[in-house]
């Protein structure tokens, strides 16, 4: 099966005001499965806005392909846009138009006439809680009755592709969860595609089917949840604070047959990867009594995503072991 989005060896370099080149995407390549809820998930300013404006015709690369259903997107480019909704982080309703108009005048753009237009939108304002507001100007509109309106908009002509650009950022937990309903309600209901991009660990930890750890532009492994947690040294970690870490503690814990990988993340904490958890624990602790040192934290978790996006962008030594651009299909 042909899928719904392809990128290969996309790159995108903006020339700075010194003259200078900045690579803002650096030759990434993956693919999306029609149905999936897929991630971008990486820091502000790691590429993945960039790579949406790309993908969603907003902005030409300097290098690379995309396609959409096995269309190269350069070839007809107003016919990618019909398969596609984009949520931006910006707020791009026009403030000039109440909510009804808005999705209208959007449904026209694509094509429906007036009556489909207005049909589709009046039943969108009542499926995301809005219909009450139809008739009032957008710019009233709280952050989170902005969001659902710009969801309600971008699948209006009904796309077989969403884009959600750090689609929850700066609404409070209450509006992410009416927010992610609604999204989950289109893909499992309409079988809707979505692509994530966001920085917040819980989201595709939570809702996504794989996801792309995305670093300064490169992606550093793709996957599932647990095929990505096979890229970290353990299933386990330690989370060790101490209130200084004496000379020679770090390399004493390293050289430990039930710690397999030892990370100073500071001058009082370390982050510890055991190879036998309930071993590791006391020998940290008799360890902590011999050297006489204070012990403010100890903690054992399962791996979570956060590990894993820290292990493979931060830990030099994680990637050296590990690799990186790492691709489980």
Known sequence: MVPILEVQSLKKIFTKADGSAHTAVDGISFDLRAGEIFSFLGPNGAGKSTTINMITTQLSPSGGMIKIEGQDIRENPALARQKIGIVAQHNNLDRGLTALENLVFHGKYFGMGTAEAEERAHSLLEDFGLSDWKDDYVKSFSGGMAQRLKIARAIMHRPKLLFLDEPTTGLDPAYREILWKHVLTLNKKNHTTVFLTTHYMEEPQR???????????????????????????????????????????????????????????????LTIYPEDHKQALNKIINLVDKHNVTLENIQLSSTSLEDIYISLTDNKEGEKNNGTNANIN
């Open 207 to 269: 809702f996504s089917d794989r996801v792309a750890i995305y670093n300064a532009g490169k992606i550093k492994a793709i996957g599932t949840i647990e095929e990505l947690r096979e890229l970290v040294p353990t299933a386990n970690i330690i989370y060790l604070t101490l209130d200084q870490i004496p000379s020679g503690f770090e390399q004493f814990l390293q050289n430990d047959s039930a710690i397999r990988q030892v990370v100073k993340n500071d001058q009082k904490s």
